[in-house]
């Protein structure tokens, strides 16, 4: 959120109160009671938007988390290909031993002489 777009809740907010006054007022309520009753109500409003931020914000369900999960997924899928479109440019003895390398492939067992001796 801007410095600009700040100012324009506040002023938002404030304009809220004023007209709850003036509702209060023109259905009745004189004076103080006006002030106090549109108060209220503003306050009870700023305490359910505060409340459901904090139920966003705990839950992981806010836009920004939303687009880095997104963002996350698909760089981890276009990581993901380009790894394979290079492991698959390797000819066949060399993804072999990168396998091993990494442990993807068990050792070949150990061959047995061939010289004929027991």
């Given at each position: ?18 007209a ?82 990494t ?16």
């Amino acid at each position: 959120m801007t410095r600009g777009q700040a100012i324009l809740l506040g002023l938002g907010v404030l304009g809220l109160g004023a007209a709850g006054y003036g509702l209060f007022v023109a259905n009745g309520l004189e004076g103080f009671s006006a002030g106090i009753a549109a108060s209220a109500v503003l306050t009870v409003l700023v305490l359910l938007w505060t409340g459901s931020y904090l139920v966003r914000a705990l839950s992981g369900n806010m836009t920004y988390m939303q687009q880095r999960r997104e963002y996350r997924q698909a760089y981890d899928a276009l990581t993901n290909d380009q790894l394979q479109a290079k492991f698959d440019a390797l000819s066949p003895e060399e993804q072999e031993r990168l396998l091993r390398e990494t442990g993807q492939l068990d050792e070949p067992p150990a061959q047995a002489s061939v010289d004929g001796a027991a």
